[in-house]
């Protein structure tokens, strides 16, 4: 198993260009979420997922959107990007919302705006 | 004031000494309380979990929460060089709509 993957690992961007953030995961899990992680700021929860067609927002999902078609992937669309989006997005599955002690991350992928 | 706090450090202890990493948080609702280890430049793993208060102990680690005072605590016995990096506190709800995480403590234990 791959466990969760994430593509681009680095990024750079003018403001105003949109990209989508690639995140897949093979192990079957029902629940998937991004996340932002800032100095000083923790990990924020953007948009999560508790399965195909499903999605719902998080404490920072303004900038973003998702949308969940498979149960592997969960890609995240930055539709206009700014500098105050320049952070570090991880991308999480469980296999259920409520699978607390067995959430995994993928390695990140490194996003500056310029 | 955020609802979850956690002293950034960075913290420096030898090898061998026992390590407090410590949160605070503000919501009692919270119920469920997590510990991630988090290398540089990689994802989060998580390490332990405990449900509402008490200790948990894993090998060398133990961690305790004390809903009372809504403060949570990991610790590490017998530090190694591979415990250098930071560790983030989480926590959530019965329903997990909240978790929050800390901003991470950046633990380096010297050889």
């Known amino acids: 198993n791959a466990g969760v993957t994430q593509t681009p690992k680095f990024q750079v961007l003018k403001t105003g260009q949109s990209m989508t953030l690639q995140c897949a995961q093979d192990?079957?899990?029902?629940?998937m979420s991004w996340y932002r992680q800032d100095p000083g700021m923790g990990l924020r929860l953007i948009h999560y997922?508790?399965?195909?067609?499903?999605?719902d927002q998080g404490e920072v999902p303004n900038g973003y959107n998702v949308s969940r078609s498979t149960t592997e992937d969960f890609p995240l669309r930055l539709l206009s990007a700014a500098p105050s989006q320049t952070s570090v997005y991880f991308c999480?599955?469980?296999?259920?919302?409520?699978?607390?002690?067995?959430?995994?991350f993928g390695p990140g992928t490194r996003l500056t705006v310029l | 004031q955020k609802e979850v706090e956690q002293d950034p450090g960075p913290l420096s202890v030898p090898e061998g000494a026992i390590v407090s990493l410590n949160c605070t948080y503000s919501n009692s609702a919270f119920q469920y309380f997590m510990w991630y280890r988090q290398y540089s430049r990689k994802g989060p793993e998580l390490l332990m979990y405990?449900?509402?208060?008490g200790n948990k102990e894993d090998g060398r680690f133990t961690a305790q929460v004390d809903k009372s005072s809504k403060y949570i605590s990991l610790f590490i016995r017998d530090s190694q060089p591979s415990d250098s990096a930071t560790y983030l506190c989480?926590?959530?709800?019965?329903?997990?709509?909240?978790?929050?995480f800390g901003a991470g403590t950046r633990l380096t234990v010297k050889p």
């Open positions: 997922s508790v399965g195909a067609g499903i999605t």
């Open positions: 999480a599955s469980s296999y259920s919302r409520s699978s607390y002690n067995e959430q995994f």
């Open positions: 405990t449900y509402s208060s």
């Open positions: 192990m079957n899990h029902e629940y």
């Open positions: 989480a926590m959530t709800t019965y329903n997990n709509n909240d978790m929050r």
